[in-house]
């Protein structure tokens, strides 16, 4: 399945309407260097980019271990007839319109397709469904995803949330090792997925989409296995009784209750989430975290809201704001002013750390401060200054688990910028990055399109750095309680970690669009004299 | 406190350090057209932008009705004084290092500003606060906040959560009447505040961020007063145990337990929320929807994985998703294809519209799809074909209370272009616009920079036309239940409408920034023959 030494895409079209097929299932084997034979086969005849157009499987020349379907429903057997006949392995059925319209012809369809798999040895993905996108074969997807590999193994029966999820794991800077949306599940389906990445050494963690199931027994079983291996992130779409229905009326799957597939997911010791967004969450906490031992947070930010909000949070999902001892208080407050700071737990880092952000700034001539940031992350420059002192005070704090840095774009009084940006978010990256402890960042409220704008260099940089990336402090706080929950439950996994080039490369492809300011030097020109203080993140 | 005849800004200074200050207390009231007096006051003299700065407040030549003060917490009783000899009305503390440090000596400096307030008859805001944006008064505070008023009437505790409250609700289309961020509340207090709004003809709504209250009985009294003259959403910060001790150290508040809170809230028949999203979600359903009189909602929109977490989240919130009669079924039947939709609730709208899309956009001809959708925005064109095939069987479905249409753009499994957007999003926007039913938007699914930017415009336009607009099924449903639940509780409320001139001058306004497309014509040109079909949304 992985592994074909050719792929035929059937259905394949130069009409305008279908230029999704092209770039699906050609476009992207050939841009991503897909080293078997690729087959375009349409009754239509004529050639694309180069390639002939056969006019039925027959034809092809060569022997053809995979074809992608996109036919309508009705000529499918015939079509899988053909695929028996030409010793095909695997068919990727991309087609819908079987049993998920609920009408018993089409579920008659469906049984057919199968059937005719079975007599001639061949397994089928799908109906219904987009099929394989595994970049360690070189078998691309949609053309923006990534061409490197990743520990990710996920398995989607929707094609849409295997595009969603596969995108925003992207900005956080995770990778796949290989994806298998698998629609109706005729055939092969989740049980023999979930096995499959179970042993599947490039699969680091397993994440899974499911509506339904099959076979109950089966797939508690091949649960429990897989989880005991390696994590298994699940969400289950349609856990409402209206969910169900929809989820039968999607991909005629039979939902369950959501008691089982709690029981289920719990016993198996598998980490249950309820949304795309939380699963990304939880994939970043398990590949970017060290485990906390603990719920002993520290949280340390900017603004008084912004820190009151987090503390909700924290506690809310089941994480506990430590009681910051006397004696640490003191030694902060030792280097900090009493003004404008919140000198228990959560720390209001803005007043602490300002100074070093302004001497940073000032140190960058004419770059701008995201150039400057990226070239002090390359070269590995430690942070020093307040943010050192700050973290020499926290690892003395006794019993604390974890420190989670969070810092918000638009609370602040006038809009952010880019030195605000490089300067104080990014200073605090650097300094996370350094701290020994168990961390997350967690980089929030961008409301409006500039701060989005100005803030999207900062988080290609966090992420591509491999750092722990949260959008929202519910968001980390939820997947690090889960975190926690799963390290006690399987004290001895953990990812092996990353090649250092493959981060080194994220790193240096750096982001070339949106750049949003100017030099550095413009600021030091403006600063009357040597340089007290930045603007306090006022009204806290 | 609204209507200063001047104004005079305490400790504005020239330092680059401090331009924010500039920026907030001096650009903006010129910006903002503040047709009062403003004078510069700091021991340093000289002058800014054409304004002398007054060395003391003393040397201000006219009367002056309102002091913003920025300097250090020591000085503060001294200017006090000052303000008393000048006869000054209100006085907005922005410094901060008072009560919320905890620490006796500033807890007693701030009960020393109020002794003096009290002696002189004036009245303070905060300290430790951002103090007041009123746009119908003139008032500006952030650069990037509208000069135009609005229906919502916001109070503060927190500078932050101002800021980013209302950057926030302005990409949905909300502005607002006043705003006030008051810090630690020494004199002026949510209670006043709440009881201000409760009267207040420009407030239509009132939305509060609290993170504690001095006066509990009060508080109950007057809360429910307010909630009895128009609805109150409540953002009680710090409701945990950690983010009560948060709140002590941001605000200097008395949290009170989040049972009372609970209690309070529910008693007076005010709208609790959790987030500053949640606040701005409510506020969307409040100023925006008519209130559905029954929780049986149809899901709209396209992608089966988005449709099914539509669902779940609709049931999850407490809202129901509507069994489609079986006749109703049968009509949609009649003129929609099987293969690739879902024909009961929710509905994937993908093939029942795609042909309208791609009729709009081969009449483009060579204006970008986002300028021919304004245009035929502010036309008033009707949508017609079948989108208006399937409004009309929905109008004969018995029962329905509330259509929520739903369309992700990176579910897509090509990355979304400018046609997509306008021809699919664009049209069910147009369609939704149309429906007579209680509805709402939700565009969703923005993974990356290029979803986020090629459908920016539209999320502009949407909001700009006085939709519905949401960006997650979880922050609309659990919204518009709170709505149903307000709207049971005081059914004889409903906002005023906008006047139409606001409407328009919203619309007219467009969004220059961010054109990601061509002309439409070329999609036209790249059309094999007549045209049948869009790509369509593939593996639901």
Redesign the interface.
């Known amino acids: 399945m992985f592994h074909p030494r050719s792929i035929a895409v059937v259905g394949i079209s130069?009409?305008?309407?279908?230029?999704?097929m092209r770039?699906?299932y050609l476009d992207a084997l050939v841009r991503s260097g897909y080293p078997g034979q690729i087959y375009l086969v349409n009754p239509k005849g004529g050639e694309m980019q180069g390639h002939p157009i056969y006019r039925t499987l027959s034809e092809v020349p060569g022997p053809v271990d995979h074809v992608v379907a996109s036919i309508?429903?009705r000529f499918t057997p015939a079509l899988m007839e053909e695929c028996c006949a030409r010793g095909v392995r695997v068919v990727h059925m991309?087609?819908?319109?079987f049993a998920?319209?609920g009408?018993p012809d089409?579920i008659a369809l469906q049984d057919r397709l199968v059937e005719i798999a079975r007599r001639g040895n061949m397994r089928i993905i799908g109906p219904?469904?987009?099929g394989i996108y595994y970049p360690g074969g070189r078998i691309g997807?949609?053309?923006?995803f990534p061409g490197e590999a990743g520990p990710v193994g996920y398995l989607?029966?929707?094609?849409?949330?295997?595009?969603?999820m596969v995108?925003?794991a992207?900005?956080r800077g995770l990778r796949f090792s290989k994806v298998v949306?698998y629609?109706n599940a005729c055939d092969i389906n989740e049980c023999d997925l979930l096995d499959y990445y179970a042993d599947d050494p490039e699969t680091e963690v397993i994440a899974a989409?499911i509506?339904g199931i099959t076979d109950g027994r089966r797939f508690a079983r091949v649960l429990k296995r897989a989880a005991a291996a390696k994590p298994v992130v699940i969400f289950k779409?349609?856990?409402?009784?209206?969910?169900l229905?929809?989820?039968a009326?999607?991909?005629g799957s039979l939902a369950g209750t959501d008691a089982i597939w709690e029981g289920v997911i719990r016993q198996a010791g598998a980490i249950r989430v309820?949304?795309?967004e939380e699963m990304v969450d939880m994939l970043v906490a398990l590949l970017r975290m060290t485990p906390p031992e603990g719920p002993n947070t520290c949280v340390i930010g900017n603004?008084?809201?912004?820190?009151?909000?987090?503390?909700?949070e924290?506690?809310?999902a089941g994480l506990?704001?430590a009681l910051m001892p006397p004696e640490i208080r003191d030694e902060l407050a030792g280097f900090i002013?009493?003004?404008?700071s919140?000198?228990?737990?959560?720390i209001d880092a803005g007043p602490v750390t300002q100074q070093d952000g302004l001497n940073f700034l000032l140190s960058l001539g004419d770059r701008r401060p995201m150039e400057g940031l990226r070239e002090a992350v390359l070269a590995g420059a430690k942070v020093g200054g307040d943010w050192q002192r700050l973290h020499d005070v926290l690892r003395r704090w006794p019993g604390l688990d974890l420190v989670v840095y969070q810092h918000?774009f638009?609370?602040?009084?006038?809009?952010v910028d880019e030195c605000g940006v490089a300067g104080s978010a990014g200073m605090m990256m650097r300094a996370a990055s350094e701290l020994r402890l168990p961390r997350a960042i967690v980089l929030h409220?961008m409301?409006?399109?500039?701060?989005?704008q100005v803030t999207?260099e900062l988080r290609a940089l966090c992420a591509d750095m491999g750092l722990p990336l949260f959008h929202s402090m519910?968001g980390a706080a939820t997947a690090i309680r889960r975190l926690i929950d799963h390290h006690r439950a399987h004290p001895g996994w953990a990812p092996r970690p990353e090649p250092e080039e493959n981060v080194a490369a994220r790193v240096r492809a750096g982001r070339p669009?949106?750049k949003t300011g100017g030099p550095a030097s413009e600021?030091a020109a403006?600063?009357?004299g040597p340089?007290?203080?930045?603007?306090p993140?006022?009204?806290?």
Not at 94 to 97: H, K, L, Q, V
Not at 531 to 535: D, E, L, M, N, T
């Open positions: 130069a009409d305008m309407a279908k230029f999704w770039e699906l309508p429903a991309f087609a819908s319109g998920e319209t009408v089409r219904n469904c987009l997807l949609s053309p923006d989607c029966q929707s094609g849409g949330n295997a595009d969603f995108r925003l992207v900005t949306s629609g989409y509506e779409g349609g856990y409402t009784e209206g969910g229905r929809a989820a009326s999607h991909t309820y949304s795309i603004g008084g809201g912004a820190s009151v909000m987090a503390t909700d924290i506690e809310r506990r704001m002013d009493l003004a404008n919140m000198l228990r737990n959560p918000g638009d609370i602040s009084p006038t809009p409220s409301a409006n399109d500039h701060s989005w999207v519910r669009d949106h600021i403006l600063l009357p340089a007290r203080g930045q603007p993140s006022p009204a806290p």
